[in-house]
């Protein structure tokens, strides 16, 4: 039950492109296509951003995409806004559990 | 709109014990996957423990796992988490989730903190 490995930062300007991967094993990202994405703002609880890889939920905006090739899944944030700033958390269904990643802070510049 | 709403954390000594509910609604409680995920302060999200919806599949973390019984009343639109034999380890935000949407796709209450201290 390791956690999934996740950059501590990233960051970029307003309106570029921050890209965050999330490596795990073939026991969990590289084996089900079950990977999220959650934003957390401080203090706040986290927010399902991307779900099943790719799929976005109603209300998030199209801005935010996810990826998956192997181990290692991927979360891009294209046209950065201020708002964007938060904690990225990937996770991956693996049969038995859940397994969050590590965590990624995102800082817009 | 999918609501959670967890209650029962608090203050507790080393050894002693908490149990945890969390209220659902705006889905279909009785056909979603429910999730524990707990969030040490400063630190990362950390998954507890899961129940399918028909209460089979339960799991837990290794660091849980003999402590901690996950259960659900799917009469009373509830999820439940005793856990017993508590260590300063385990003090953090334990979240509620749950997935009608898909394996994985969680939904967040807002949290309930827990703190072991003597």
């Known amino acids: 039950q390791s956690a999934l490995t996740q950059p501590p930062s990233a960051s970029g300007s307003p309106g570029q492109s921050v890209t965050i991967s999330c490596t795990g094993s073939s026991s969990d990202v590289g084996g089900y296509n079950y990977v999220s994405w959650y934003q957390q703002h401080p203090g706040k609880a986290p927010k399902l951003m991307i779900y099943?890889?790719?799929k976005r939920p109603s209300g998030v905006p199209d801005r935010f995409s996810g990826s998956k090739s192997g181990n290692t899944a991927s979360l891009t944030v294209s046209g950065l806004q201020a708002e964007d700033e938060a904690d990225y958390y990937c996770s991956s269904y693996a049969g038995s559990n859940t397994v969050f990643g590590t965590g990624t802070t995102v800082t817009v510049l | 709109e999918v609501q959670l709403v967890e209650s029962g954390g608090g203050l507790v000594q080393p050894g002693e014990s908490l149990r945890l509910s969390c209220a659902a609604s705006?889905?279909?409680?009785?056909?979603?996957?429910m999730h524990w995920v707990r969030q040490a302060p400063g630190k990362g999200l950390v998954w507890v423990s899961r129940?399918?919806?028909?209460?089979?599949?339960?799991a837990y973390a290794d660091s849980v796992q003999g402590r901690f019984t996950i259960s659900r009343d799917n009469a009373k639109n509830t999820v439940y988490l005793q856990m017993n034999g508590l260590r300063g380890e385990d003090t953090a935000m334990y979240y509620c989730a749950a997935s009608p949407g898909g394996v994985g796709a969680f939904d967040w209450g807002q949290g309930t903190l827990v703190t072991v201290s003597s």
């Open positions: 129940i399918k919806s028909d209460g089979s599949g339960i």
């Open positions: 099943e890889v790719s």
């Open positions: 705006g889905f279909t409680f009785s056909r979603s996957w």
